[in-house]
């Protein structure tokens, strides 16, 4: 299983953004990978209650396999409804326009009657170009509304990181492959998780190859922060006194 992350932090606001993005290998079929969804889902709720975390998924797989990866890390909750958004670019004379439809995978709308309705957008890599050539007013509100990405290429990912940067909000990149490289060097903060070619494009390089070290990362540098500000104010104050 390999894997990439993305986390976004806004500059004014608490709120962090949490992206996972999942790839299956074929080579890996025959390995038990159910123990890194346990790991997942259990470390996204944490970073969606305590760490107020939007998790999004980007992956370079198709829209099924990437929705059902979602639910099975527990991005996705397995009640919630997964809508696509299907941007088609112009073509005969015609103006580009956008589809909505819900996922083949998970409930239906009509089993969900009495409940209160939950919605995760999802949209694939070439939707995603699109938005961002001919609906850019669109594009920001499926970026904090969305959860699933399928099939990104790396400069689409990275075009993703630069997008969330442009809403004021700090990210930070956590990858194990090369596709993820462009991303990791984007972000504000890069986290490899091998120690193959993303280790050479990211800071930071976690010593397990799984996203627990996220909730690490942002305890040690928010106390960094912290710490920093209480620095400046004890030298500001004693220059004063």
Not at 9 to 14: A, D, E, I, R, Y
Not at 162 to 170: I, K, P, T
């Amino acid at each position: 299983l390999c894997g990439s992350l993305c986390l976004c932090v806004s500059l004014f606001t608490p709120c962090v953004y949490f992206c996972l993005s999942v790839c299956v290998c074929p080579s890996l079929h025959a390995f038990n990978i159910r123990p890194t969804f346990a790991i997942a889902a259990c470390i996204v709720p944490h970073l969606s209650v305590t760490g107020r975390c939007l998790c999004l998924c980007p992956s370079g797989d198709s829209m099924l396999t990437a929705v059902s990866v979602a639910r099975e890390s527990g991005l996705v909750p397995p009640q919630a409804q997964v809508i696509v958004a299907e941007a088609v670019p112009p073509r005969d004379g015609q103006p580009a326009t956008v589809h909505w439809s819900y996922s083949q995978e998970g409930p239906t709308p009509d089993s969900q009657a009495g409940a209160e309705p939950s919605y995760h957008f999802a949209l694939t890599g070439r939707s995603f170009c699109t938005l961002l050539e001919h609906f850019p007013d669109l594009l920001p509100k499926l970026l904090l509304c969305g959860t699933v990405f399928a099939r990104m290429a790396p400069e689409q990912k990275t075009q993703l990181v630069e997008e969330l940067q442009q809403v004021d909000y700090f990210v930070a990149m956590c990858g194990d492959g090369a596709n993820d490289c462009g991303a990791l060097k984007r972000a504000h903060v890069g986290v490899s998780l091998s120690q193959l070619e993303a280790s050479v494009a990211s800071p930071f390089t976690s010593r397990t190859p799984d996203i627990s070290c996220v909730p690490r990362l942002i305890r040690e540098g928010r106390a960094a922060l912290v710490t920093s500000f209480c620095v400046f104010k004890f030298m500001a104050l004693y220059s004063i006194i």
